[in-house]
C-alpha cells in the first residue's frame, strides 16, 4: 500500500547531523507491450519471435516516491508467469471495468 498526503512517512532519516534517504523500494509494471518478430537462431536460421516488453518503475511503499526502472525484455512464456507484469494487467483491467 502507498501512503500519500498527510499519511506518509518521511524516509529521511537524520542522526548526528547526517541525513539520508531510507526507501521501501517495490517494482511495478507502468506499461507492457507485445513485440513480434523474426530473429536469427544459433544455427542461422530465421525463426518468429514473440517477446514481451514492460516499462518499470520503482515505488517507494513508504512514502510513494517514484523513480523510473527501466524495461525488461523477456519471452512470452516467461511472461505469462511473471508476478509483476500481471499485477499490472490486473489494474488496468479493474481500471476499465470502473470506468463509466
Request: some cysteine; charged content about 30%.
Amino acid at each position: 500500500m502507498i501512503r500519500k498526503g498527510r499519511d506518509a512517512m518521511s524516509c529521511t532519516r537524520h542522526f548526528l547531523n547526517f541525513e539520508w534517504q531510507h526507501h521501501v523500494w517495490r517494482r511495478r509494471v507502468s506499461s507492457t507491450e507485445s513485440l513480434t518478430g523474426r530473429v536469427t537462431d544459433m544455427w542461422g536460421r530465421r525463426v518468429d519471435s514473440e517477446r514481451v516488453r514492460c516499462y518499470t518503475e520503482r515505488v517507494c511503499d513508504a512514502c510513494g516516491e517514484v523513480r523510473p526502472g527501466g524495461d525488461c525484455l523477456c519471452e512470452m512464456q516467461e511472461a505469462e508467469r511473471c508476478a509483476v507484469r500481471l499485477a499490472c494487467i490486473e489494474a488496468s483491467c479493474r481500471g476499465a471495468r470502473s470506468a463509466p
